[in-house]
């Protein structure tokens, strides 16, 4: 399955990123900004013409994606759980 398949609201579980050439620029770069295998991923939204760009949060950061780049990004097979939500108590032991 790949990400531009996804509609909002899926989450999912990047398992790669194609590669289209060798040294591909890319793929690199989606790589180095965090799309790598075992990360959660959502789709957030969709833009308004043919659902270009897509909008999609990988850990706690959001990217605009266009349907080409997001076709590139392969997910396994099991869809991953929403993450958990921290309520102020969880948060509590994280204050320095």
Do not use: Y
């Given at each position: ?14 398992d ?29 939204a ?51």
């Amino acid at each position: 399955m790949r990400l531009c398949d996804l509609t909002p609201g899926t989450h999912a579980v990047i398992d790669g990123i194609e590669d289209t050439q060798a040294l591909d620029p890319v793929a690199e770069r989606l790589r180095a900004l965090g799309f790598v295998r075992g990360e959660d991923i959502q789709v957030i939204a969709l833009g308004p013409v043919h659902g270009d760009p897509m909008a999609v949060r990988v850990g706690h950061t959001r990217f605009a994606l266009r349907r080409a780049e997001a076709a590139r990004v392969m997910l396994s097979n099991g869809l991953a759980a929403p993450p958990p939500v921290m309520n102020g108590a969880e948060g509590a032991a994280c204050s320095l």
